[in-house]
């Protein structure tokens, strides 16, 4: 059975496989930060049985380690109900994180002009295990927009966004997210390998990637890869929408220039 994780806008999030046995791994660590990582935008607090299940942990396991990341601040106890939220400890971790992201200053104007031009969304994201996660986003004011928002996920291999940065990551990772993507759904496997390697070449050949209702089938979007340099992650902003508001042709015609020299743009001033 593939595993996944229903995200606060409706679609899944595959957990990838766990690591294969390695002497340096601490496997208890992995399973803590699984936790926390399972807390999604939208959620306001989980019991250990809704950890447990989103986690794939035993229920006793799960209530260890929410005990010891509520001591440590990590999660809040939910007066009365048994819940937790997370925490201000984890707040600290993910402010000090953003702080660093200069590029999310730099870009977001420019995203927001891209953004009322298209009469889409647009956003920026990086990638984090199977999945991309949004770190800016601005909206069209004229228009029906997804109801995704910074922290929102999508998946790595079927979205555009996730798969510019596919195209334009190392080959080691992008082959490593692949045998991941194939260990979870071997049966959907070669439609989305083909995606993937469809999308590498449009990146190279267009200057985007692109998924028209391949991560859902009402939504159009397309994708660059963004260099932040500075010893920042790979990223990647896309442009998109429902699919009769924006049109493969309108976004390959009109908004894909525009978002190439958007990238280029705040590579540039990041790079002064």
């Known amino acids: 059975m593939k595993a996944t994780a229903r995200t606060a806008a409706g679609n899944t999030r595959p957990?990838?496989?766990?690591?294969?046995?390695?002497?340096?791994?601490?496997?208890?660590?992995?399973?803590?930060?699984?936790?926390l990582a399972c807390f999604r935008s939208g959620d306001k607090a989980l019991g250990n049985g809704e950890i447990a299940q989103r986690c794939g942990l035993p229920k006793s396991t799960v209530s260890r380690l929410t005990t010891t990341l509520a001591r440590l601040g990590y999660l809040a106890p939910v007066e009365d109900t048994g819940k937790?939220?997370?925490?201000s400890a984890v707040l600290s971790l993910g402010s000090a994180m953003l702080a660093r992201m200069d590029v999310r200053q730099v870009a977001r104007p420019l995203m927001l002009e891209l953004a009322e031009h298209s009469r889409a969304m647009v956003s920026l994201a990086t990638r984090d295990r199977l999945s991309m996660i949004y770190v800016e986003n601005c909206r069209s004011s004229a228009a029906l927009t997804l109801s995704l928002d910074v922290g929102s996920r999508v998946p790595v291999a079927t979205s555009a966004i996730g798969r510019a940065y596919l195209a334009a990551c190392a080959e080691r990772e992008r082959r490593d997210v692949m045998e991941q993507v194939e260990q979870l759904d071997p049966v959907a496997w070669p439609g989305i390998r083909r995606g993937i390697e469809q999308a590498v070449a449009d990146h190279q050949q267009l200057g985007v990637a692109c998924s028209f209702g391949d991560w859902q089938k009402d939504v159009n979007a397309i994708a660059r890869a963004v260099n932040p340099g500075g010893g920042m992650p790979l990223m990647a902003i896309n442009c998109g929408g429902p699919s009769f508001n924006l049109s493969k042709e309108f976004l390959l015609n009109e908004a894909r220039p525009r978002l190439i020299e958007l990238v280029q743009r705040i590579e540039d001033q990041l790079l002064r």
């Open 15 to 35: 957990r990838a496989p766990r690591p294969k046995e390695d002497r340096h791994f601490v496997a208890a660590l992995a399973r803590g930060l699984e936790v």
């Open 84 to 87: 937790y939220r997370l925490g």
